[in-house]
């Protein structure tokens, strides 16, 4: 039996550094428990009455250490006192770790009555750790049976509750043999189940245990703790034993917990520990199937299950790993993040890769993994899942929120892993076509945005069309949600642009400019669409502001492409947009315009001077139809808002050019001014507000009056109720010649 | 088989899957039909085949899966397959209790491979699984009962045969002839062990009248039995099927002035052959079959019905 060593010196903060545990009590969630924290928790200084409560256990300790008969506690007041003292700094702040040793050998020595025995056990509760040579020699106090029944069941469970508790766990194993013997005991068999389960690892899975246990379950029948560890050992030789778990199954081990539990989480909370020992099971039970529906026609994510498949050989190959590490992490025990980091180098997929829907953490590893067949596996799958779940598509398909929460789900997978799936492309293309534009709306459209980038040529037949189609035919909000939809479409092929040239700028992707022209084609073509169903669009609704923030939305992503995303590409919106946004009844509208073609100048500005410089040899350049549509709509925007002259120099076929004589017989007066910003009927709401600031007694309106100096007043007023848009435009976009006079100003041509 | 025809198509074409890298991706139909195909090479046997060892497959029923490809299947593996399936349906039997792999249970199951059973020469040879049960009484295993039958097989795949990635075999037909929930203990464990997908299989009218034309061409003997045509009446309260006999020898005389090259059939003979059927119908009872859908073809030569049933005579 192994002697106390750490009781010499007490008062010494313990040191207790942590080898990397790999056994199973690390696989639950809440992570380890954070040792020297608690340990110097429990030495807070200056603290008079710890340190008294510190002697009166040292004695107590020392007591028990010398006990050596049968003490009576009725008749022994110095037991009795001590035991006091023990139970009851037990339970306020724990014990340290060198009370164990006594105190466990003094218990289950069977030198005192039983009813001080099992108060001392419960009294085991620690305040930081537990050293494992107390508990090695607590076990062969065990086999030497010196101890009642009672307190051996007594023992076990204290041990399975305080397992994590105990500092290392090398020696424990090599003793899983003497605890596997106990089985055969009938009171201790589910605590001793318990415990192996927490014990075994890969090595422990042996042919004679396995038969072992199934003659115990041919004897005792079905029972919870034997199919528990059973379906461990199926989990670690999946070639050796098998075992199909009822589904309705809950706890496997019962009331294991003992009166420890409470106290440890007190004395946690009060030494401020934040990891909570929650005993969590999770074997791998995959979801009940229901009985209703015939086999494999009910929508199921598979559970995460080791891949006995590749297991079995490995084994058989034989063959010697590099990391020396020949036996692999079962998925089912991936739990934290930290085991993700930890067993990365033999970690494997389950045997179903659909699991890893479901499964953030695989998620991350497939990430790190650039192994086609997981690809392809998810891809087979997913594949044959949406084609036959499909509600739209397969007649007599009643489950349509079931069919809901996959795609919800696979839109998630795409989101975490920035990615989308071909599987999910073929998917849509051909059920678009079918669609109604109704049935899981929302996530139908999410899912278009993750269309991956391709050259693909028949996207207008079986994207666009059937899309062009459904959005003409249905109501405002869903044009809107398409129009958002393709909005992240193009901000996901950018993103993904963009990331491809990081990563490999040095070795030159575009080698063969065919692939960036061909990115290029496709991404015009996507905004071309966009700008042809917005065109259609507000004719078809009348210009409502709504739809126009959507459609604007998408410009604001289209008009920065080429400093943002390095795209050499930059596509005006059309007239059908651009006009309806300037002569909008919204400000909104027209601040949001005002920003989007500052940007345009911006981009157009910076592709000029590289252009100039020619430093490098550009493969791409503007076309000079770009910039000629940006001067015609900046012509005409400098025009209205600015100087008043847009029916006489708006340049744009589409555009606002009017003779005089036509405007003359509208009767408006000074229809010449009536879009600048004082009178565009986007701005006379500010221009109102203004006056009445300006001139408080005035109730004219007299707006002629906003000029000159007044003029830099009202533009300040503008910016200031959050009109930036138009700030960075008009500070962009025109020149004024001297801040005094504002007619002068004229406008900025790239 | 014109039954596999879904089954090839519900696997997509793998020509991108390399992540991230969008170009040059062949993409396949979607769904449309080939508009004509050459007859009929599927399941032809090898001349020098042994015809005892496919004759399981005549006078049962079997439903019909769609599987996605199997990943790591390996055929010089199928012993282990068998052991660790029988383990895993015993298990499944008897929820709750553990099985030890390898020793002799109640059900046996052999799994082999037969290689005549293919499509073509590059097509993976069809793996038979078969459930007997051994009688208690007799210890030795003389007395077995087939209790379940099911099948993979791959019918005239080429380009699917040859396109697909390393680690996968591409079986992507499944037959099964028993109780379904041996079928789904089978299936669920193939499912579980190869990451693959079962689906039902359903036949769609219009390889349905493929199937009507095809076999119709077919020469039997003359006392083959009558081709009957099942269509069901949509939108109706009560179910109404229309049962649509035809002597075998009128019907193979119209395809005859129907069909144009011997071997190859099109969509437009097809087409005809059917409208010749549904105005001779109409003649005699004034109804449009075509405003009907057609759910079972039922020849001398086999029968197939539109949940992805088929049963094979001859």
């Known amino acids: 039996m192994q002697r106390r060593q750490s009781s010499k010196t007490p008062k010494q903060p313990l040191q207790v550094h942590h080898k990397n545990q790999t056994d199973l009590s690390a696989w639950r969630k809440g992570g380890r428990i954070d040792l020297e924290n608690s340990v110097q928790n429990d030495q807070s200084p200056n603290d008079q009455k710890n340190d008294s409560k510190q002697d009166s256990l040292e004695q107590a300790l020392s007591y028990f250490e010398k006990v050596q008969d049968r003490v009576s506690l009725k008749k022994n007041d110095v037991l009795q006192k001590h035991l006091n003292t023990v139970e009851s700094i037990a339970l306020q702040r724990g014990l340290p770790p060198e009370g164990f040793d006594v105190l466990l050998n003094v218990a289950l020595s069977g030198k005192l009555a039983d009813t001080v025995n099992t108060r001392l056990l419960k009294s085991l509760v620690p305040a930081s750790v537990i050293p494992e040579n107390s508990v090695i020699s607590s076990v062969s106090w065990l086999c030497v049976s010196k101890c009642s029944s009672n307190i051996q069941l007594l023992f076990l469970r204290w041990l399975i509750t305080v397992f994590d508790f105990i500092d290392h766990k090398e020696q424990l194993h090599a003793l899983y043999g003497f605890f596997f013997s106990f089985l055969q005991d009938e009171k201790m068999c589910p605590y001793v189940c318990h415990l192996l389960y927490l014990l075994t690892r890969k090595e422990s899975v042996k042919p004679f245990r396995i038969r072992r246990l199934l003659d115990l379950q041919a004897k005792m029948g079905m029972q919870s703790h034997l199919q528990a560890l059973l379906s461990l050992y199926k989990l670690f030789c999946p070639e050796l034993v098998t075992i199909t778990l009822p589904g309705k199954m809950k706890t496997y081990f019962k009331n294991s917990e003992g009166p420890w539990k409470a106290a440890i989480n007190t004395v946690r909370r009060r030494n401020q520990e934040n990891s909570p020992v929650s005993r969590l099971l999770f074997l791998g039970t995959a979801q009940p199937q229901s009985r209703k529906r015939k086999w494999n026609t009910q929508l199921i994510i598979p559970a995460s299950s080791t891949n006995q498949n590749n297991l079995e050989e490995d084994r058989e190959k034989n063959h010697v790993d590099l990391y020396s590490m020949n036996e692999s992490f079962p998925v089912e025990q991936l739990q934290t993040f930290s085991q993700l980091l930890q067993n990365i180098h033999h970690l494997e997929f389950p045997s179903q890769m659909g699991s890893v829907l479901t499964n953030p953490l695989l998620l991350h590893y497939m990430n790190c993994i650039k192994d086609e067949s997981i690809y392809l596996r998810l891809y087979y799958w997913m594949g044959q899942t949406l084609q036959e779940e499909c509600t739209w598509c397969v007649a007599d398909s009643q489950y349509e929120e079931e069919f809901k929460d996959f795609l919800e789900t696979v839109y998630k997978t795409e989101c975490f892993l920035q990615e989308g799936f071909s599987s999910c492309e073929e998917f849509l293309y051909r059920s678009l076509p079918l669609w109604d534009g109704f049935c899981c709306r929302s996530q139908i459209l999410r899912l278009v945005s993750w269309i991956p980038l391709s050259s693909f040529s028949e996207m207008k037949s079986h994207l666009y069309d059937p899309l062009a189609q459904l959005f003409f035919t249905s109501s405002l909000y869903f044009k809107c949600s398409v129009l958002e939809s393709l909005k992240e479409l193009l901000q996901n092929w950018l993103n993904w642009h963009v990331i491809h040239l990081d990563s490999e700028s040095d070795s030159q992707v575009y080698s063969s400019n065919t692939t960036l022209s061909g990115l290029v084609n496709v991404v015009a073509e996507l905004i071309h669409f966009v700008g042809w169903i917005s065109t259609a669009a507000l004719r078809l609704e009348n210009n409502p502001t709504f739809l126009l923030y959507f459609i604007l939305d998408f410009y604001e992503t289209v008009c920065d492409m080429y400093l943002r995303y390095n795209l050499p590409l930059l596509i005006m919106p059309p007239a059908g947009v651009f006009y309806p946004a300037l002569l909008s009844m919204d400000s909104v509208s027209l601040n949001q315009l005002c920003y989007i073609m500052y940007r345009y100048r911006t981009n157009l500005v910076a592709a000029k001077q590289n252009e100039l410089s020619k430093k490098k040899i550009l493969q791409f350049k503007f076309s000079s139809q770009t910039y000629q549509e940006y001067n015609q709509y900046i012509i005409a925007m400098v025009g209205c808002l600015w100087t008043s002259s847009a029916f006489q120099k708006d340049i744009h076929p589409q555009g606002l050019r009017m003779d005089d004589e036509l405007l003359k017989k509208t009767t408006v007066q000074e229809f010449k001014t009536s879009f600048n910003i004082v009178y565009h009927p986007a701005m006379m709401g500010y221009a109102v507000l203004f006056l009445q600031q300006a001139w408080p007694d005035d109730t004219t309106f007299n707006f002629s009056l906003i000029k000159g100096k007044k003029w830099n007043w009202y533009l300040e007023y503008l910016y200031a109720q959050g009109l930036k848009g138009l700030k960075v435009f008009i500070e962009s976009s025109i020149n004024r010649v001297s801040q005094a006079s504002h007619s002068k100003a004229g406008n900025v041509q790239v | ?314």
Not at chain 2, 76 to 97: H, W
Not at chain 2, 105 to 122: T, Y
Not at chain 2, 192 to 199: E, G, L, Q
């Open chain 2, 1 to 314: 088989m014109e039954s596999v025809d879904g089954a090839v198509r519900t696997l997509p074409s793998i020509g991108r899957l390399s992540r991230g890298l969008p170009f040059g991706r062949p993409h396949g139909q979607f769904g449309l039909s080939p508009s004509g195909r050459l007859l009929p090479p599927a399941l032809r046997s090898q001349e020098n085949a042994d015809p005892r060892r496919t004759a399981f497959l005549l006078h049962k029923q079997w439903t019909l899966y769609s599987v996605t490809p199997l990943y790591r299947f390996s055929n010089t593996r199928l012993r282990d397959y068998a052991r660790l399936l029988s383990a895993f349906i015993a298990a499944e039997k008897q929820k709750g209790l553990a099985v030890e792999i390898g020793v002799e249970l109640d059900i046996k199951v052999a799994v082999s491979s037969i290689p005549d059973l293919k499509g073509s020469d590059q097509d993976q040879a069809a793996i038979l699984v078969q459930l007997s049960l051994r009688s208690p009484a007799s210890s030795k295993n003389s007395e077995e009962k087939l209790i379940w039958l099911g099948w993979f097989c791959c019918v005239s795949g080429d380009d699917l045969s040859e396109n697909v990635p390393e680690d996968f075999t591409c079986l992507p037909l499944f037959l099964a002839n028993g109780a379904e929930s041996y079928t789904s203990i089978v299936g669920s464990w193939f499912q579980k062990t190869f990451d693959c997908c079962f689906r039902r299989l359903a036949i769609s009218p219009l390889n349905l009248s493929w199937m009507a034309a095809m076999w119709t061409g077919c020469k039997v003997d003359k006392t083959a039995s009558a081709m009957e045509l099942v269509f069901s009446v949509p939108h109706l309260p009560q179910p109404l099927d229309i049962s649509y006999a035809i002597h075998p020898e009128d019907a193979k005389a119209l395809w005859d002035t129907v069909q144009k090259t011997p071997g190859e059939i099109t969509q437009e003979e097809v087409d005809v052959f059917m409208d010749c059927l549904y105005s001779h119908f109409h003649r005699h009872f004034k109804i449009h079959l075509s405003a009907t859908k057609l759910v079972k073809v039922s020849t001398a030569v086999a029968s197939a019905h539109c949940d992805g049933i088929i049963k094979v005579r001859f």
